[in-house]
T-cell receptor, first 111, second 117 residues
Framework: DTAVSQTPKYLVTQMGNDKSIKCEQNLGHDTMYWYKQDSKKFLKIMFS???????INETVPNRFSPKSPDKAHLNLHINSLELGDSAVYFC??????????FGPGTRLTVL | AQKITQTQPGMFVQEKEAVTLDCTYDTSDPSYGLFWYKQPSSGEMIFLIYQGSYDQQNATEGRYSLNFQKARKSANLVISASQLGDSAMYFCAMRGPMDTGRRALTFGSGTRLQVQP
């Protein structure tokens, strides 16, 4: 059984397009996250979200928006894609204080 | 603000030997958590080990142990009896206090470990 799943695994798109990445966790966790891993492998938090609170990293452009239809899902919507958005995006989830479980990642390439 | 520093971009170790991956951190919070993750070439992030700031003993998980020196603000990962499958990128990460919205992880820049036969 997959704990944290993401779709799609690969996403290739043109500059200026709008795209979404979906994330689902079946672990019953209360908090979900989006991280971005750049070409130098550096990982940085973009958003963390539970049913009470959305925490946004202030460096994230407002073209990026998380959308949570329910506690098990946290999707990432990106408007007007730019070349610099090319990266691997990881979804993760956790319970309070415990380790975070990561999804397999979505490799986004903007042409 | 939290900061994690990994000063070893790359490390080599012979199969069956032990290796230590360095990690230092900086935070003003009295309560925090330290994590190590492994990222093989396939790209997934695999949780290895966790140390809480108030834990009295160093964490161990199989061949992994965390050498936690609070006064020095270091949380080094020790891998004993290295195996070829240990070749991967290793990330040290920190989480803030659990009772705030700062549960997200701050990551170091990673250490690429190569195990040689």
């Amino acid at each position: 059984d997959t704990a944290v799943s993401q779709t799609p695994k690969y996403l290739v798109t043109q500059m200026g397009n709008d795209k979404s990445i979906k994330c689902e966790q079946n672990l019953g966790h209360d908090t979900m996250y989006w991280y971005k891993q750049d070409s130098k492998k550096f990982l940085k938090i973009m958003f963390s979200y539970n049913n009470k609170e959305l925490i946004i990293n202030e460096t994230v452009p407002n073209r990026f928006s998380p959308k949570s239809p329910d506690k098990a899902h946290l999707n990432l919507h990106i408007n007007s894609l730019e070349l610099g958005d090319s990266a691997v995006y990881f979804c993760a989830s956790s319970l309070i204080g415990e380790e975070q479980f990561f999804g397999p990642g979505t490799r986004l390439t903007v042409l | 603000a939290q900061k994690i520093t990994q000063t070893q971009p790359g490390m080599f170790v012979q199969e069956k030997e032990a290796v230590t991956l360095d990690c230092t951190y900086d935070t003003s919070d009295p309560s925090y958590g330290l994590f190590w993750y492994k990222q093989p070439s396939s790209g997934e992030m695999i949780f290895l080990i966790y140390q809480g700031s108030y834990d009295q003993q160093n964490a161990t998980e199989g061949r992994y142990s965390l050498n936690f020196q609070k006064a020095r603000k270091s949380a080094n990962l020790v891998i004993s009896a290295s195996q070829l499958g240990d070749s991967a990128m290793y990330f040290c990460a920190m989480r803030g206090p659990m009772d705030t919205g700062r549960r997200a992880l701050t990551f170091g820049s990673g250490t690429r470990l190569q195990v040689q036969p």
